[in-house]
């Protein structure tokens, strides 16, 4: 009787061949990030696509991993994935990669992956690191709700209009985003939803982890008094409690007008000093000018 195996097993039942494509999670930043079931995998798979062959090379030589890598990525997934079809239909184990996570999540693989269940082709796949996932985890967000949205459209009028399509949304919001862009994004966070509470995650796992958690507004300010580098995921809050207008004391808007006018200061700067009049916090001055834009709207 042939010996039976699991399907999450990368062994090939004798003279019958079964092409196995593995989806394998490899380390956000810490090489240690890894499980021993992915290690073992990409040791027994008879090729690794990889979306950067030199990059995923680092990790292969730090657990000696001598298996026969390719590239696998978005410039030559159209016709390599359709190559990696007959490789995997003749029998070969072909273990899938991306440079960081899990393929397929905001990586190459999506292609190759429908192929090969179109293609009756089992896809099993081996569980690793999601640099948003750990982000969300650290976030001190509500988690039990959230939505992953990947990356935004790099132009800004499309990158406002995704952004209002999202704004009455009750959950966390995921995004990534470039470090060229971390800035301009959260400007338009903080114009179409409000000042709500972020988090800025910054190379997680790696050396220069860092996480920026609170309002936009100061989140904003922080990043605007250095350069952002590296790989980045946005966390926005789900929205508050709508804040009332204050009735005791006089409206922001006017206030705010006048500080600009009389002291030639800018918005944000203006906003500190109405803030500092009133006794509040520059957030919670935000906050109550936002209201009250939003109450004189639904007045016109």
């Known amino acids: 009787m042939p010996l039976m195996v699991s399907s999450t097993s990368t062994e090939v039942s004798p003279g019958h061949p079964i092409g196995r494509l593995f989806v394998v999670g490899t380390p956000i930043g810490n090489l240690e990030d890894i499980t021993l079931r992915a290690i073992r995998t990409l040791k027994e798979v008879d090729l690794i696509a990889c979306e950067d062959t030199r990059h995923t090379q680092k990790l292969l030589n730090r657990y000696s991993i001598k298996t026969q890598t390719i590239s696998y990525h978005q410039h030559n997934e159209m016709t390599r994935a359709p190559e990696l079809i007959i ?134 300010e922080t990043l605007t008094m250095k350069p952002v580098k590296g790989e980045i995921t946005i966390l926005v809050g789900p929205p508050v409690a709508p804040v009332r207008p204050p009735s005791s004391v006089q409206s922001i808007i006017t206030e705010l007008g006048r500080v600009m006018t009389e002291e030639g200061l800018d918005q944000r700067n203006a906003l500190k000093v109405v803030a500092r009049r009133l006794g509040i916090s520059k957030s919670e001055a935000y906050r109550q000018w936002q209201a009250e834009k939003r109450f004189a709207l639904k007045r016109v």
């Open 87 to 220: 490789e995997l239909e003749a029998g070969r184990q072909v273990a899938l990669v991306s440079d960081a996570g899990m393929p397929g999540i905001s990586d190459p693989g999506f292609r190759l992956i429908h192929l090969a269940i179109r293609h009756e082709i089992p896809v099993v796949p081996v569980p690793g690191a999601s640099a948003f996932v750990a982000a969300l985890a650290a976030s001190g967000l509500a988690v039990d709700r959230f939505r992953f949205l990947g990356f935004l459209p790099s132009r800004k009028l499309a990158r406002q209009k995704t952004l209002r399509e999202l704004a009455d949304a009750s959950k966390t919001l995921v995004f990534y985003e470039s470090p060229n862009r971390v800035v301009a994004m959260l400007e338009d966070v903080l114009e179409i939803f409000g000042d709500r509470q972020v988090v800025v995650a910054r190379e997680v796992t790696k050396v220069h982890e860092e996480f920026l958690r609170g309002p936009a507004s100061e989140v904003l």
